[in-house]
Every structure is written in structure tokens, then in C-alpha cells.
Nanobody, 124 residues
């Protein structure tokens, strides 16, 4: 079965950086779009960034554009999220998500595989 395992979360000071990774297994990783979502306590799960099957197409939420970069290594079956200039409002559990199709999307319902999440805490 498809498995997505996130890593790289932690505690960082405002203005700092973190790099999240998501190791995928169970299907041909390079055939499908991927995304990162995040969920803060008491809030809904929100879109952060998505990337198409080839890695050439990306899309970002307005709140992270210019600070976060999504990328993928299809040879290593791994998705990444480089997060720079972190702010306290970026604090959330970050989830890796796998789509059923090749093209990226910001819609949560387009993703049917999810990781367990990794906590990112940004201290002010």
C-alpha cells in the first residue's frame, strides 16, 4: 500500500529555516502530483504547496510564496519543502499528500494518500 513518511520538523526561531522531507513508497512516485498541507491547532487543514509529476510545475499558497520551495526527487521517491524566513504563524503540523493524478492541485479532495504529519513550531 502507499506510504508517506514525513520528517524534518522541529522547533526554530522566527526567521530561521527548516527542510521537510516525505519518503514515498507503494506506487510509482513519478507518476503522481504531490503537495504539502498544514493544520494549526483548532483550524482546518490548509494548502501550502503542490508540484506536478515531473517537478516542472509548482503552485503555492499566497501566505508562503517567496519563502517556501517545494521540490521532488523522483529517483529517490522523495518530496521536499524548503521553508525559509519562518514566522510564528507558520506553526502547524505539516502533512505530505499524494494525488491520484499527475497534475498539482490546491484542493484537499484531490489527494487520497496522506502522511502522519510532522510538527513545525516557530518561536517568536
Amino acid at each position: 500500500q502507499v506510504q508517506l513518511v514525513e520528517s524534518g520538523g522541529g522547533l526554530v526561531q522566527a526567521g530561521g529555516s527548516l527542510r521537510l522531507s516525505c519518503a514515498a513508497s507503494g506506487r510509482t512516485f513519478s507518476n503522481y502530483a504531490m503537495a504539502w498541507f498544514r493544520q494549526a491547532p483548532g483550524k482546518q487543514r490548509d494548502f501550502v504547496a503542490t508540484i506536478g509529476w515531473s517537478g516542472r510545475s509548482t503552485m503555492y499558497a499566497d501566505s508562503v510564496r517567496g519563502r517556501f520551495t517545494i521540490s521532488r526527487d523522483n529517483a529517490e521517491n522523495t518530496l521536499y519543502l524548503q521553508m525559509n524566513s519562518l514566522k510564528p504563524e507558520d506553526t502547524a503540523v505539516y502533512y505530505c499528500a499524494g494525488s491520484s493524478g499527475p497534475y498539482g492541485s490546491s484542493r484537499i479532495f484531490d489527494f487520497n494518500f496522506w502522511g502522519q504529519g510532522t510538527q513545525v513550531t516557530v518561536a517568536s
